[in-house]
């Protein structure tokens, strides 16, 4: 079971951005992580030893394994070189942040819809109470 993983960090008009990317088998997840101001090299190293354990990865998005075969070092650096080139945020880093926010999105409006139906049965409560008081004559 192969597990890689990669760290890019980019500007992202106003802040710097972070998106750690995990494959392990056949499973993608990422996660953002916004540094504000641009961070220095310790700065980053300093939060994700400190906060590994709280980052929120997406839900797994499944992907095809590629054959694994050797690479020539000479375009393994060029290929290096372009990504480091490169500030485009992946396409799968996207679907799986999207997959993410919908979800929160899902428990935000179900933990809404729950906390109003009990306002409302609290509401009707009293209100039950009121009429009974009053029929008592209080």
Same mark, same amino acid.
Not at 39 to 66: D, I, Q, T
Not at 83 to 104: D, F, I, M
């Given at each position: 079971m192969?597990?890689?993983s990669?760290l ?8 710097w951005i972070?998106?750690?990317?995990r ?14 101001p641009e961070?220095?090299?310790y700065?980053v190293?300093e ?6 354990h709280s980052?929120k ?15 020539n070092?000479?375009?393994?650096q ?8 490169e500030r485009?945020?992946?396409t ?7 997959l993410q926010? %919908?979800?929160?999105?899902l428990? /935000? +409006?179900? &933990?809404?819809?729950e906390?109003?139906?009990?306002e409302?049965?609290?509401k009707? %409560?009293?209100?039950q109470e009121k /009429? +009974?008081? &009053?029929?008592?004559?209080?």
């Amino acid at each position: 079971m192969a597990i890689t993983s990669s760290l890019t960090i980019l500007f992202e008009d106003p802040f710097w951005i972070g998106l750690y990317e995990r494959t392990e088998s056949c499973r993608y997840e990422v996660c953002k992580i916004t540094f504000g101001p641009e961070p220095k090299n310790y700065e980053v190293y300093e939060f994700l030893r400190c906060n590994w354990h709280s980052l929120k990865f997406s839900p797994s998005v499944h992907v095809h394994k590629a054959d694994q075969r050797h690479v020539n070092p000479k375009r393994l650096q060029r290929k290096i070189s372009s990504q480091l080139q490169e500030r485009n945020v992946s396409t799968k880093a996207q679907q799986a942040l999207q997959l993410q926010h %919908e979800q929160g999105k899902l428990q /935000r +409006k179900d &933990k809404s819809q729950e906390e109003k139906e009990t306002e409302k049965e609290r509401k009707y %409560e009293l209100r039950q109470e009121k /009429r +009974k008081a &009053k029929h008592k004559g209080r």
